[in-house]
């Protein structure tokens, strides 16, 4: 009884990792490249990371207010992915603000941009409410999400 | 004559085993360790390469000491075996080396 038991698990954990090498050999051409990718944006992120500190010491050294963030909160109540599709399409509209002098931003075209626009995301619309915008070197813009039917 | 041609075939699976059983495995222990797979068993193939030819030989010493009663005894058959083993073994090596070599070439990367 023991014997047959043994012999029935040994078959169970060849099988097992057997099956862990087919699995490894179907999906390591898509895990390298993952890999790479992630290397890639790591260093462009690095490289980004560094102008932007010498953009900074710069932009002291001028004595100006210059919009250095961007942050959107998004109330969505949906699929997290769809609510990150929503928020890079904010992103895109919006990309433009940052880099730019504090005097010459308009709140109000802000508000036109973003209020009742809508967007569609994987053939679903979605209408945008602007709830609040914040306008200082970091702006905060609160977007309610909604999904239209 | 037999014996001599069943431990060519032996030393040649044994070394390709060696070399594809530790790619492998070691590619499911980069995954599990968050290490990019392909990338490891290629590393992994060049390292263990050698120590595959000594496995399938069963080990350094009884190979060496035939190539030295083979060369300092005069026993040519016996050399000649052990160089035709070796050269089986580093074949199966070999073999396995570039199985994975070429799996890389699928890769779109």
């Given at each position: 009884?023991?014997?047959k038991?043994?012999?029935?698990?040994?078959?169970?954990f060849?099988?097992?990792?057997?099956?862990?090498?087919?699995?490894?050999l179907?999906?390591?051409?898509?895990?390298?490249?993952?890999?790479?990718i992630?290397?890639q944006?790591?260093n462009?992120?690095?490289?980004?990371e560094?102008?932007?500190?010498r953009l900074?010491?710069?932009?002291?050294k001028?004595n100006?207010?210059?919009?250095?963030?961007?942050?959107?909160?998004?109330?969505?109540?949906?699929?997290?992915?769809?609510?990150?599709?929503?928020?890079?399409?904010?992103?895109?509209?919006?990309?433009?603000?940052?880099?730019?002098?504090l005097?010459?931003?308009?709140?109000?075209?802000i508000?036109k941009?973003?209020?009742?626009?809508?967007?569609?995301?994987?053939?679903?619309?979605?209408?945008?409410?602007v709830?609040?915008?914040?306008?200082?070197?970091k702006?905060s813009?609160?977007v309610?999400?909604?999904l239209?039917? | 004559?037999?014996?001599?041609?069943q431990?060519?075939l032996?030393?040649?699976?044994?070394?390709m085993g060696?070399?594809?059983?530790?790619?492998?495995?070691?590619?499911?222990a980069?995954?599990?360790?968050g290490?990019p797979p392909?990338?490891?068993?290629?590393d992994?193939?060049?390292?263990?390469?050698?120590w595959a030819?000594?496995?399938?030989?069963?080990?350094?010493?009884?190979?060496?000491?035939?190539?030295e009663?083979?060369?300092?005894?005069?026993?040519i058959?016996?050399?000649?075996?052990?160089?035709?083993y070796i050269?089986?073994?580093?074949?199966?090596?070999?073999?396995?080396?570039?199985?994975i070599?070429?799996?890389?070439?699928?890769?779109?990367l």
């Amino acid at each position: 009884m023991n014997k047959k038991l043994f012999y029935y698990f040994t078959l169970f954990f060849l099988g097992f990792l057997f099956g862990l090498v087919c699995m490894n050999l179907y999906q390591m051409h898509a895990l390298d490249r993952l890999y790479r990718i992630q290397n890639q944006l790591t260093n462009q992120l690095m490289d980004k990371e560094i102008k932007l500190e010498r953009l900074n010491e710069s932009v002291k050294k001028q004595n100006t207010v210059v919009i250095k963030d961007l942050h959107i909160t998004l109330k969505f109540d949906g699929n997290i992915l769809i609510k990150d599709e929503i928020e890079k399409n904010i992103q895109f509209y919006l990309s433009d603000l940052v880099g730019r002098e504090l005097t010459n931003i308009d709140g109000e075209m802000i508000y036109k941009v973003l209020q009742k626009r809508i967007i569609e995301v994987d053939n679903k619309q979605f209408q945008l409410t602007v709830e609040y915008i914040i306008i200082s070197e970091k702006i905060s813009i609160v977007v309610k999400a909604i999904l239209l039917k | 004559m037999l014996i001599f041609l069943q431990n060519i075939l032996y030393n040649l699976f044994i070394s390709m085993g060696v070399i594809l059983g530790g790619c492998f495995f070691g590619g499911i222990a980069a995954t599990f360790n968050g290490h990019p797979p392909l990338k490891t068993m290629l590393d992994l193939c060049e390292k263990i390469k050698i120590w595959a030819i000594i496995v399938a030989l069963g080990g350094t010493f009884p190979s060496f000491k035939m190539l030295e009663v083979g060369i300092f005894n005069g026993d040519i058959r016996g050399l000649f075996k052990q160089v035709i083993y070796i050269l089986s073994a580093l074949t199966g090596a070999q073999l396995g080396y570039r199985l994975i070599y070429y799996l890389e070439g699928l890769s779109k990367l």
